[in-house]
């Protein structure tokens, strides 16, 4: 299990650690530059993304210096260096903060999908995705109106063809516990449980065209 950054007190690091999940023992990494160039290491970070694709990680976001960025910075295991993965596209995501990340992989694509997050004024609740291999972002904009309330703080995981987005902070008195899925091949939201004082699958997904029984067979 690798961990890299976050703070400590009010201060950010960089500092990288290793946990061995057989002996639970957690090593120091030193990792280098590739090329030896400097500006490839990132810089320390907190409330940033990080996500494994093959044999690498991949960080994105997050404060540096108390400021939001939207470098993406690539690890390559079995080399032990870091790498700054500049864009090769005119379109990015705005610096953000807080958002969640994960890996699907399409047509031989590796994909890295970000969601929300916080810039500098606002909660977001956009989908950007970058092609690993290209260095490319775009947007990914659904194909209805159902749409997310926009957050931070949230968690997105994978499951077959969806991203499951549960919780988050929507603003500082409203903490969120609904559970929405993207469906990754149809571009569209559904909304699985919708936010309450508790979870109940009841009406939870009355504006999606997808019935519930079409819902469960799709999620298997």
Same mark, same amino acid.
């Given at each position: 299990?690798?961990?890299?950054?976050?703070?400590?007190?009010?201060?950010?690091?960089?500092?990288?650690?290793?946990?061995?999940?057989?002996?639970?023992?957690?090593?120091?990494?030193?990792?280098?530059?590739?090329?030896?160039?400097?500006?490839?290491? !990132?810089?320390?970070?907190?409330? /940033? @993304? =990080? &996500?494994?694709?093959? %044999?690498? $990680?991949?960080? +994105? *976001? #997050?404060?540096?210096?108390?400021?939001?960025?939207?470098?993406?910075?690539?690890?390559?295991?079995?080399?032990?260096?870091?790498?700054?993965?500049?864009?090769?596209?005119?379109?990015?995501?705005?610096?953000?903060?807080?958002?969640?990340?994960?890996?699907?992989?399409?047509?031989?694509?590796?994909?890295?999908?970000?969601?929300?997050?916080?810039?500098?004024?606002?909660?977001?609740?956009?989908?950007?995705?970058?092609?690993?291999?290209?260095?490319?972002?775009?947007?990914?904009?659904?194909?209805?109106?159902?749409? !997310?309330?926009?957050?931070?703080? /949230? @968690? =997105? &995981?994978?499951?077959? %063809?969806? $991203?499951?987005? +549960? *919780? #988050?902070?929507?603003?500082?008195?409203?903490?969120?516990?609904?559970?929405?899925?993207?469906?990754?091949?149809?571009?569209?939201?559904?909304?699985?449980?919708?936010?309450?004082?508790?979870?109940?699958?009841?009406?939870?997904?009355?504006?999606?065209?997808?019935?519930?029984?079409?819902?469960?067979?799709?999620?298997?």
């Amino acid at each position: 299990m690798y961990l890299f950054g976050g703070t400590m007190g009010l201060t950010s690091n960089s500092k990288f650690y290793a946990l061995d999940l057989q002996s639970f023992k957690w090593e120091l990494i030193r990792a280098k530059a590739a090329d030896n160039d400097a500006g490839n290491l !990132p810089e320390p970070l907190d409330e /940033h @993304s =990080a &996500v494994v694709c093959d %044999d690498k $990680m991949i960080l +994105f *976001g #997050g404060f540096v210096n108390g400021e939001r960025c939207n470098s993406v910075y690539s690890y390559k295991i079995s080399s032990n260096e870091w790498r700054l993965l500049p864009a090769q596209s005119t379109s990015a995501p705005c610096p953000r903060a807080g958002h969640s990340a994960m890996m699907y992989s399409e047509n031989s694509t590796n994909w890295m999908y970000v969601f929300g997050g916080k810039n500098d004024e606002d909660k977001l609740n956009d989908i950007w995705r970058f092609d690993l291999d290209a260095q490319t972002w775009e947007q990914v904009i659904s194909v209805d109106d159902t749409q !997310p309330l926009q957050r931070s703080g /949230h @968690s =997105a &995981v994978l499951y077959k %063809d969806f $991203m499951v987005v +549960f *919780g #988050g902070i929507f603003e500082i008195t409203k903490e969120l516990n609904d559970l929405m899925l993207f469906d990754l091949k149809n571009l569209r939201w559904v909304e699985f449980f919708e936010e309450s004082g508790g979870l109940s699958p009841h009406n939870s997904i009355r504006n999606n065209p997808s019935s519930p029984r079409r819902l469960r067979k799709q999620l298997g």
